[in-house]
Antibody, heavy 117, light 108 residues
């Protein structure tokens, strides 16, 4: 059974870069889309972007200029970088898999990132 | 950007009752690219239904969905205690993929 686990710093200073890793276990990255979603405390879900296993990416225009999503296939990891963060980027960040005909499933447990000096 | 508007914001019901949640899209989308997620406090969202009423693994058959064009609905027959949660609709038809703002199903 495929499991996803997000990891990275829980605290990032304003104007710096948020860097997270999603590690996939129990399955391969190949053949799937891998996506990032975030949820500010007490609010709804926001799609950040995805990367396909062949390296193609897409991201939310609201974040596109600041987002980089990449793959490390040998390590079965997906990474997210969000530059020039502000307090508005404080959220729980989730990674999830998107398969052929099956949307976001499974999800990682999420990791809270707080932007504060 | 396709805006998904969910209603009502909160649904107060008793166990055993039926819940009907609405999701309206600002433009037509294919039901094949419409999904519903359940989220409980402190947990990650969980896929419930996708496409034309396809249930995700482990989801009970009291969950059904339907709709077309711009109007979609999730129905939960005979609410069980574990069904009380927030439900989000989501479209992955057109980029940027978007979520509705959520409907909270709470115990009356």
């Amino acid at each position: 059974q495929v499991q996803l686990q997000e990891s990275g710093p829980g605290l990032v200073k304003p104007s710096e870069t948020l860097s997270l890793t999603c590690t996939v276990s129990g399955g391969s990255i190949s053949g799937y889309f891998w996506t990032w979603v975030r949820q500010p405390p007490g609010k709804g879900l926001e799609w950040i972007g995805y990367i396909y296993y062949n390296g193609n990416t897409d991201s939310n225009p609201s974040l596109k200029s600041r987002v980089t999503i990449s793959l490390d296939t040998p390590k079965n990891q997906i990474s997210l970088k969000l530059r020039s963060v502000t307090a508005a980027d404080t959220a729980v960040y989730y990674c999830a898999r998107l398969g052929l005909g099956i949307p976001f499933d499974p999800w990682g447990q999420g990791t809270l990132v707080t932007v504060s000096s | 950007e396709i805006v998904l508007t969910q209603s009502p914001g909160t649904l107060s019901l008793s166990p055993g009752e039926r819940a009907t949640l609405s999701c309206r899209a600002s433009q037509s989308i294919s039901i094949s690219y419409l999904a519903w997620y359940q989220q409980k406090p402190g947990q990650a969202p969980r896929l419930v239904l996708y496409g034309a009423s396809n249930r995700a693994t482990g989801i009970a058959d009291r969950f059904t969905s339907g709709g077309s064009g711009t109007d979609f609905a999730l129905t939960i027959n005979r609410l069980e205690p574990e069904d009380f949660a927030v439900y989000y609709c989501q479209q992955h038809d057109t980029s940027p993929w978007t979520f509705g703002q959520g409907t909270k199903v709470e115990i009356k």
